[in-house]
């Protein structure tokens, strides 16, 4: 069972609702996350991550594994989610695969396509060029990656022009060879957002994260650890570095210099900014992931329930993903198998 879906869509809270749905019904399931920064110990308040009261007593794997110094990678990422998959089978467990990064929940579904293995000098060769120029590059060797790729995008940018200088190839072009298998014993349900309902979502969401403590949970890792290259990327906690950074530490204290007001309202507005911005590439990912056979898609529908419009309705989406797992006529889905523990 993979769930994907936007930032702020209620991924989280589905998983959880659906795990105690099930619960109620004699099937066990644990939840397995796929986000690339709640692996981040410490990162609590800026990724989201459920509360130990949020997860109402479901097991959450593959969540506070390192600290925000130490480097990941989406190889480990899949190595230790098919074996945690492996180990809940094993125990007739159903594992609910949740998150926001789709490229891990791409790869868990159909394998890592074979790209080459990085080259750093080439890598530093791509990021010292005009940004400018770095970008018209990629517009001409690959189109269909420059749509998908934010101009800011330097990370992903750098790589698609390394795996085109090394291979000849577009990594466009790799990514759709990459289309062609997928795994038949996973349910892929897909949460599809309409942009006036995730937005106003997205908004309350920072709003509630830097009334929370990101500001103190930033400072705090920042004078002790800091933040290696892949947790700086994190959306709140990289504007708010964009800020403290250049304060450095104030050595006596250990604390990092915070925001006046009114520079934390403009922190904030860029967070949303950037937020709706990864919900409009989630999108794209999300339309490519519900091509896969037999995926469910769900929708939220304000008609159903006109007091709350942008509610997650976490009830009516925890029914259907059971009817599909365990239709009324017919076999029960490959994904529900390992549910039930045998009997006899």
Known sequence: MVIAGPTAGGKSALAV???????????????????AFQVYCRMDVGTAKPTPAERHGIAHHLIDLLEPAEPFTLDYWLKLAQQ???????????????GGTHLYI????????????????LRAELA???PLARREMLIRVDPHAAARIHTNDLRRTVRALEVFRLTGVPISQHQQQWDRTTRGDALLVTLHWPVEAINPRINARVRAML?????EETASILAHGGFGPQAREALGYKQLLAFMQPHQLDAAREVALKPTSQALDHIAEEVKIATRRLAKSQRTWLRRLSITPGALPLHPDAALDPLHPGAAPLERWSDQIIAALNPPHGSSHPAANVAHPPTG
């Open 17 to 35: 609702h659906l795990a105690l749905a099930l619960a109620a019904r004699g099937q066990h399931a644990e939840i397995i996350t796929a986000d």
């Open 84 to 98: 945690t998959i492996d180990r809940c089978r094993a125990r007739h467990v159903l594992p609910i695969v949740v």
């Open 106 to 121: 791409k790869a868990l579904l159909d394998g890592l396509f074979d790209g080459p293995a990085a080259d750093l000098a």
């Open 128 to 130: 010292a060029m005009d």
């Open 211 to 215: 009334a929370h403590g990101l500001v």
